[in-house]
């Protein structure tokens, strides 16, 4: 499933998942935790999607142009 697709609550719980994901590992991007951990951005995306419940999805497309 894309994150696109999900309903709105589910991708603001997800953003504030991913957020405090980062913050109580102390990680400064999604970027460095996943060079940290060994993992993929959709593994590491799922294991925080899993950690909050929240149905598994691929990551957000990111387009900071847009």
């Known amino acids: 499933m894309r994150?696109?697709?999900l309903p709105l609550n589910d991708r603001h719980?997800?953003?504030i998942a991913a957020s405090r994901f980062l913050g109580r590992h102390r990680?400064?991007?999604?970027d460095e935790?996943?060079?940290t951990l060994d993992?993929?951005?959709p593994q590491?995306?799922?294991?925080i999607m899993e950690e909050v419940?929240?149905?598994?999805?691929?990551p957000p497309v990111?387009?900071?142009f847009a």
């Open 62 to 64: 990111f387009a900071p």
């Open 44 to 47: 590491l995306w799922s294991r």
């Open 53 to 58: 419940g929240l149905p598994d999805c691929d």
């Open 33 to 35: 935790a996943c060079q």
């Open 13 to 15: 719980a997800a953003e």
């Open 3 to 5: 994150f696109e697709d």
């Open 27 to 30: 990680y400064v991007s999604l």
């Open 39 to 41: 993992l993929t951005l």
